[in-house]
């Protein structure tokens, strides 16, 4: 059997290893007879998965005691409702940096809800990076950022000193180096990126907030709601939980968050010198200051060299490297799971495809 180089912005790679686990794992779980999928969700074999789920959660990002880690469904998309609809009041405002279609949504979302303010947006110039000119609006309720832009190809290397409340959405590097979570009131992530299959979502909040949540939200749009029942209101992604749990295995065994950072740079240094060096075939669609480690975005001279690239990328193997429509050209998405071989063999592949047409 051959393995794809799987390139995919999300969902995406999976860790070998993890997929093997789960195989071999699949029809009888602990000696229960059955799948983790068949399993009740108040069972004590699946409460122990639950449980160390968030518990190797908490050790791997250093989660301190003043913020509760909830596992939710509906994606990282609910998130942009349910930050609102929980944090945002009545006369107060919800700040939005704009760094890619993502925030926009995100703050869309919001103004159904109540007040907005663009307090920074790199929009004029294709997102290309991120801004730094953060202008809080009156009664600010938070600020939200994407701290990786999935489809432009940027990241926050420092995130911003602000006096209100930081909520990032980090759907697309969560996991993959070592932030401070102490700084955030709320972080949210959808699994399928770094973390695990869809199905999920991570989310991580400090306690106090829990409180602002109104009586009169839906149930389950509340986050406290999570919180009293340790996610088990009602019937959890039992197996998606499982799989996080098993790739949150994974990461340790790796060497944890910092091993992991210290590789996702190399890999993306690799595939940026790469671009670099091609004397202007490849351009990176992100300035350098602002590239992101966990989307390499590029082009090539034109719409018929992309094509070819794509099509002949795919016969080798290498799947998943079409940029997002709304900035064309190429993306390799190189999150935790995409090894630095994965890397080697698509920039080996970048050099001969270029040399072949120049
Ligand atoms: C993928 C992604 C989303 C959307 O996630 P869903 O789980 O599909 O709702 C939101 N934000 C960012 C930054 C993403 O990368």
């Known amino acids: 059997m051959k393995r794809a180089y799987n390139f995919n912005a999300g969902p995406s790679a999976l860790p070998l290893a993890v997929l093997e686990r789960a195989q071999k794992e699949l029809l009888n779980f602990q000696q229960t007879g059955m799948s983790i ?3 009740s969700h108040r069972s004590k074999e699946y409460d122990a998965v639950h449980e160390r789920a968030e518990t190797l959660l908490r050790k791997l990002m ?3 005691d003043t913020h509760d880690v909830l596992f939710l469904q509906g994606g990282a998309s609910l998130q942009f409702s349910m930050v609102p609809m929980n944090l945002l009041k009545e006369g107060e405002v919800g700040n939005y940096v704009l760094t890619d279609s993502w925030s926009d949504k995100a703050m869309k979302e919001a103004k159904k809800v109540g007040a907005t303010h663009v307090a920074a947006s790199s929009k004029e110039e294709q997102y290309t990076y991120i801004p730094t000119n953060i202008e809080l609006s009156e ?9 990786n832009n999935t489809i432009a190809g940027t990241q926050w290397r420092e995130f911003p000193n602000v006096a209100v409340d930081l909520i990032a959405d980090m759907s697309s590097d969560i996991l993959s180096r070592n932030i401070d979570v102490s700084r955030f009131a709320l972080i949210y992530a959808g699994a399928q990126k770094n973390l695990g299959p869809s199905g999920v979502t991570v989310v991580i909040i400090r306690k106090d907030l829990l ?3 109104d009586d009169h939200l839906p149930t389950m749009l509340n986050y406290r709601t999570y919180s009293e029942s340790r996610s088990l209101y009602n019937t959890p992604p039992t197996f998606a939980i499982y799989m996080l749990s098993l790739v949150l295995e994974w990461v340790e065994e790796q060497g944890g968050v910092q091993a992991i950072e210290k590789k996702n740079a190399e890999k993306a240094a690799i595939l940026y ?12 669609h992100a300035k350098k200051e602002s590239r992101s480690h966990m989307n390499v975005t590029f082009t090539l001279p034109n719409e018929e060299l992309t094509k070819k690239f794509l099509a002949e990328a795919k016969e080798k193997g290498l799947i998943g490297l079409a940029g997002h429509r709304s900035v064309g050209g190429c993306r390799a998405s ?16 970048m050099e001969t495809f270029r040399k072949n047409i120049f």
């Open 211 to 213: 409180a602002k949540g």
């Open 62 to 64: 250093n989660i301190p």
């Open 139 to 147: 009664r600010a309720a938070y600020l939200h950022i994407t701290s």
């Open 334 to 349: 190189i999150y935790n799971a995409v090894d630095m071989e994965a890397c080697e063999v698509l920039v080996q592949f």
């Open 37 to 39: 999928m068949e399993l």
């Open 273 to 284: 010198r790469c671009i670099d060096e091609s004397e202007g075939f490849y351009k990176g």
